[in-house]
Structure formats: C-alpha cells, structure tokens
C-alpha cells in the first residue's frame, strides 16, 4: 500500500509539472488576433444596419470609387473593397480613368459625385499619379461623402475629439484594441510612423480624452519616424504596453525591443522576396515568429489590420447615407481652399 500510495504522489506531482510547463508555454507565446474574425463582425452589423436602413424606406446606400492608373496593387484594394460592399447590403460603383487624367478633369468629376443625391459615399483611391495633387484631391470630396476620412475638415475634427469620418484603417486599430479588451488608460503606447493617413490618427485616436464627443484611449503616446535612431526607438518600445508598427519598414519590431506581454499591432504591408522560394510574398514592419514569443497580443499580416480597413470603410458608408454629419456648405468650401 505504501509503495502504492508514493506512486500516486509521484503522478500528481508529475501531472502538476506538465500543467506549469504548459501555463508557461502558454504565457510566452501571443495570442494571436484575427482580423478577418473580427472584420466578420463588423460586416455583420454593418448588414443589419443597411437592412434596417433600407426596411425604414430609405434608399440602399451607394459608395463610388474612383480609380486613377493601373497599379495593380490599387486595383486588389478597389475589388476588395466594391465585394465588401455587395457583401454588407451597398451598391457600389468604380470609375476607371487613365492615368493620363488632368487634375482638372478629375476634379470635374469629383464635383459632379459631390452633387449626384444618389452618391452617399464617395473616395478617390491613392496613390494618384504624380501630377496630380492628392491634398487637394482629398479636400475636394465632400466632407459629408468623404468615408476615408481624409478631407481636411474630417481631419480637424478627428483632433478635436468631435464626431467625424474616422481613417478607416485608424479606426480599424482602434476597433481591434477595443474589441480585443487590451487597456489603454494611462497606457504607454508607441506609434512607429508618423503618415497623415495613418500614423498621425492612430496615435490621435488613442492619446485622446475619453469622456470628449469622439472617445479617445487615454494613453500616453510617443511617435517615432525615419530620423528616429533605432537605439532610441528600442528605449521607447522597451517600456511600452501597445506598439502600433505602421512604417513600412520589415521587421522594424523585432523582439529584444518588446517587453513581455506587450500587444503588438502590425499595419505595415511590404512585399519582400522569400529567401528560400524566391517567390514575393506579403509581411508586415514586425518580425511575427520572434516577437509573437514574448507579446501578449500580436497582428498578423496578412489577415490582421488590412480587413479590419475594409470593414471600417463599410461602416463609414452607412454613417454617409444617414447624414449623420452635416456642416455648412460654405465652411467646407473655405477649409478646402486655406
């Protein structure tokens, strides 16, 4: 009985060192956040929303993409976006031009989708070719139509803290922090990257008030950029909770620049050839297999922020058709020409 009795403490003890091994094994490697999962989510709202809209005897909303050129990359953008709105309930159009199109001619255009009523959303997909100004392509979409949130009344709203069409793939970050439940009250957070489009409203979107008509994160944020030294990025990303990797740099973030536990949000796309097949293939500005050993929450590209973009821009469409925004019309024509 005895000898019975010390091999049944023997297993416990044994089963208990298993069950550590793997709560540690477990801790040390990231949990790994699906945007795609999470963009399924919003897509689903963003369904019910148009349903009801529509049920409620309002005209189905209708986004307009106007595409300049034949980059190839643009044209994946515009299709997964056009199938992103047949998915969700919008109609949807793309407009090819040339991308021998004047400034002029395109803003012709922009000005005739402006006033048609049957436009609720309308973007201008960048990059534009390099003749064409695209600040001042952004400035002329309609405030009210602008669902990439780049006009620069949109703009001065965001840092406001006031209701506004929010970037999408800003907000897409902003959503995944949210719905994943990662804390950024009194948070420190580095923002890699500093682009208008990107960097600049993330970084708005998470130091700001959380009580103000937008809600911020109330996080303690630091951005770098390109004259940012390595050595002095690392000292930053080292004592940071959330780090938002949005520069265009492979591998930027790489795991002796993290702390244990940190969440770790990938926006970078970059295109870099596979040393062992040779083929191109997509990675984001994080080294994922090194860093996913010692965060607590990492993106992955692809699959992460980019259909988080996507399900963003949906949302941004329904809030068009609503008019949930409505600014005078001489005020705009005034923040478009300073």
Known sequence: MAAIRTLR??????????????????????????????????????????????????RRPHLSVVLVGENPASHSYVLNKTRAAADVGISS????????????????????????????????????????????????????????????????????????????????????IKRTGIPTIGKNVVVAGRSKNVGMPIAMLLHTDGSHERPGGDATVTISHRYTPKEQLSQHTKIADIIVAAA?????ITSDMI???????????????????????????????????????????????GPMTVAMLMKNTIKAAKNVLLFPPERIRMAAAS
């Open 9 to 58: 403490k023997l297993c416990q003890h044994s089963q208990h060192q298993v069950c550590k091994l793997h709560t540690s094994a477990s801790r040390q490697e990231a949990v790994v956040i699906s945007g795609k999962k999470l963009a399924r989510q919003i897509r689903e709202e963003a369904r019910g929303d148009v349903e009801k809209w529509v049920l409620a005897g309002h």
């Open 93 to 176: 159009e793309t407009i090819l031009k040339h991308s021998d199109i004047s400034e002029e001619e395109l803003l012709d255009l922009i000005y005739k989708l402006n006033t048609d009523h049957r436009v609720d959303g309308l973007l201008v997909q960048l990059p534009l070719p390099g003749h064409i100004d695209e600040r001042a392509i952004c400035n002329a979409v309609s405030p009210t139509k602008d669902v990439d949130g780049f006009h620069v009344v949109n703009v001065g709203r965001l840092c406001l803290d006031q209701s506004t069409m929010l970037p999408a793939t800003p907000w897409g970050v902003w959503e995944i």
């Open 248 to 252: 265009g740099i492979p591998n930027l």
């Open 259 to 305: 702390k244990e536990g940190a969440a770790v949000i990938d926006v970078g796309i970059n295109r870099v050839q596979d040393p062992v097949t040779g083929k191109s293939r997509l990675v984001g500005d994080v080294d994922f297999e090194g860093v996913r050993q010692k965060a607590g929450f990492i993106t992955p590209v692809p699959g992460g922020v």
